[in-house]
């Protein structure tokens, strides 16, 4: 498991008083946000549209990054806010119906999204979920953050992190139940 | 396992975050067997994205230049405080008119209020009106300040007015 909230330090050029390389920061830092933004959204192209606007608004204030918390975190919380963004405007304009359509069939023909990258990533079962259960599980799952660190990202208390966890194990453990019952059923 | 489901019960049904997590980290977490009823971590990375998913696959470095160099293209990350006023805006419209409904709808309830029944020695009462044996519609006008009573009654017709 990796190390939560550890500090890269891309930005200590910064810190020194100096230009930080852009592209080696994104690159650095594309796929973890990119998995973030796709647990929370579900859908590619509105994750790589959010991981984008987070990453020109973290470089355009990159002086605001203090270093307490380590780069990836402050990118995770601007993306977090970021896919919230997106998930109001998509409930706004109520497209999602026609969105996720349209996904399919991109997916289907991505070139560089192999198997892998085009994967439903359980689509059904996180549509389960609400955006902060999915977050903090995305979190905790992926990144070994704990109710602490996730509260720094999605702004909130430990204490409702830990209830959001709580919430989406649960749902998460009695769908997999249910899908394993389904198949030996079948 | 009757504690874990009292506890249970009670985690669901009050669902007050304070008091979700001091059951969380009292019981829920510690205990095995309300554990089982959780996915771990594992599971979980089973259906979730995962960063080596997009290694190498994501490349969003030209979109980033690109509205790096364009300030047009910038996230309008002051788009919030306006969505507030609109919101509020909204909000206080919404009172407004519900308060306007409410003062229109007393008045006119206060006007519609019936009439002072008259005394039984002036009262008009008719039990049932029939035509050819069956149930009739019946209307009874009777004009104000005047002994006169208007009764104007019809077949009925099935699946409309007459």
């Known amino acids: ?186 | 396992m009757r504690h874990c489901k009292i506890l249970n019960f009670l985690f669901e049904a009050v669902p007050v975050k304070p008091w979700q997590d001091f059951l969380l980290r009292r019981h829920m977490e510690r205990c095995p067997v309300c554990g089982a009823h959780l996915a771990g971590r594992e599971e979980a990375r089973r259906v979730l994205a995962r960063e080596e998913d997009f290694r190498g696959a994501a490349n969003l470095w030209p979109g980033i230049k690109s509205g790096l160099a364009d300030p047009a293209a910038a996230p309008r990350s002051a788009g919030r405080p306006r969505m507030v006023l609109v919101t509020s805006a909204a909000a206080a419209s919404a009172l407004l008119l519900a308060a306007v409904l409410s003062v229109w709808l007393f008045r006119g309830f206060r006007a519609e209020r019936p009439m002072p029944t008259p005394p039984a020695e002036d009262r008009f009462e008719m039990n049932y009106v029939r035509i050819g044996g069956q149930p009739a519609d019946s209307y009874i006008y009777q004009p104000r300040d005047s002994g006169m009573t208007l009764i104007w009654a019809e077949k009925k017709i099935k699946g409309g007015l007459s």
């Not at chain 1, 992190?161 to 749902?171: G, I, M, T």
Request: aromatic residues 6%.
């Open chain 1, 1 to 186: 498991m990796k190390a939560p909230m550890s500090d890269h330090s891309p930005t200590a050029s910064v810190r020194d008083g100096g230009t930080p390389d852009f592209e080696q920061i994104a690159v650095q830092f594309a796929a973890p946000a990119m998995a973030l933004a796709m647990n929370v959204l579900g859908n590619r192209q509105d994750a790589e549209d959010a991981c984008q606007e987070a990453f020109i608004q973290a470089f355009r204030h990159l002086e605001r990054y203090d270093g307490r918390s380590g780069f990836q975190n402050w990118l995770y919380t601007i993306l977090y806010r970021r896919c919230i963004d997106v998930i109001r405007k998509r409930k706004r304009t109520s497209r999602l119906y026609q969105r996720a359509k349209l996904e399919q069939s991109r997916q289907a023909e991505d070139p560089i999204g192999g198997p892998a990258a085009g994967r439903p990533v359980g689509e059904g079962i996180l549509k389960a979920l609400n955006p902060q259960e999915r977050t903090a599980l995305s979190l905790w799952a992926n990144e070994g953050y704990s109710a602490e660190e996730i509260s720094r990202v999605i702004h909130t208390s430990a204490g409702t992190v830990r209830v959001h966890l709580f919430h989406a194990r649960k749902k998460l453990k009695a769908i997999l139940e249910r899908n394993h019952e389904a198949l030996q059923n079948s």
